[in-house]
């Protein structure tokens, strides 16, 4: 099982370029989210999709965010145009089942984003 | 919004200590799960604690959760270099459907 897997694995651009962090879930996975990660807040979930379909993006910081889930094996999470605020880990996850309160969520290794 | 506060946020031991590391909040939750996450990579679930007096144990680790479901703790008995790491909780809020809120983690250093 080749687990969640994230592209890039790190990613250095300017202060107003676009950059897209890209996530597979596991196979058969159904709930997929996406965390950032910084030392001062901790780890914060962004959005998170049940069956492709966005369900709570109330933690996506600003319209300068967004993500799309077009298929159940691929979502994209998009930040256009980048800040230096905006560097840290972006973490993927997927869910086996929608909705179990118990569900494990695994984790993708991340994308270390730094914004210059 | 439910926070969850996680204590201490760093702590160093020496191999063979024993240590708790807590995770506290004024709101109920449904359940909550315990990660530990190495660097570069992400965390990786441990437990899920769900009925209120709970206890789990996994080895040397024991997770409680505590009786009103506000709190939790983890005890490690006899800690090794190989439990170093973050160690983060995550709650399950009653209205929050699948979201977790995380703690802000603590910082595991065990030294040989």
């Known amino acids: 099982d080749a687990g969640v897997i994230q592209s890039p694995r790190h990613e250095v651009t300017e202060m107003g370029q676009e950059v897209t962090l890209r996530c597979k879930p596991i196979?058969?996975?159904?709930?997929l989210f996406w965390y950032r990660q910084t030392m001062m807040r901790g780890l914060e979930l962004l959005i998170y999709?049940?069956?492709?379909?966005?369900?709570?993006d109330s933690g996506m910081p600003e319209d300068r965010f967004s993500a799309k889930m077009p298929n159940a094996s691929f979502s994209t999470l998009k930040i256009q145009p980048s800040e230096p605020r905006d560097s840290a880990v972006y973490f993927c996850?997927?869910?086996?089942?929608?909705?179990?309160?118990?569900?494990?969520?695994?984790f993708g290794p991340g994308t270390r984003l730094t914004v210059l | 919004t439910q926070l969850l506060e996680q204590s201490p946020q760093f702590l160093s031991i020496q191999e063979g200590e024993n240590l708790t590391v807590y995770c506290n909040s004024s709101?109920?939750?449904?359940?909550l799960q315990w990660y530990r996450q190495e660097p570069g990579e992400g965390p990786v679930l441990l437990v899920t604690?769900?009925?209120?007096?709970e206890v789990k144990k996994l080895k040397r680790l024991t997770f409680q959760f505590g009786d009103a479901r506000k709190d939790s703790s983890l005890h490690i008995t006899a800690a090794q270099p190989g439990d170093t790491g973050l160690y983060l909780c995550?709650?399950?809020?009653?209205?929050?459907?699948?979201?977790?809120?995380f703690g802000e983690g603590t910082q595991l250093t065990v030294n040989p």
């Open positions: 996850a997927s869910r086996p089942l929608a909705g179990g309160l118990s569900d494990t969520q695994y």
């Open positions: 196979s058969g996975h159904n709930s």
């Open positions: 999709f049940n069956n492709n379909v966005p369900i709570d």
């Open positions: 709101s109920v939750f449904s359940s």
């Open positions: 604690v769900v009925t209120g007096g």
């Open positions: 995550a709650g399950v809020g009653r209205t929050s459907g699948s979201r977790l809120t």
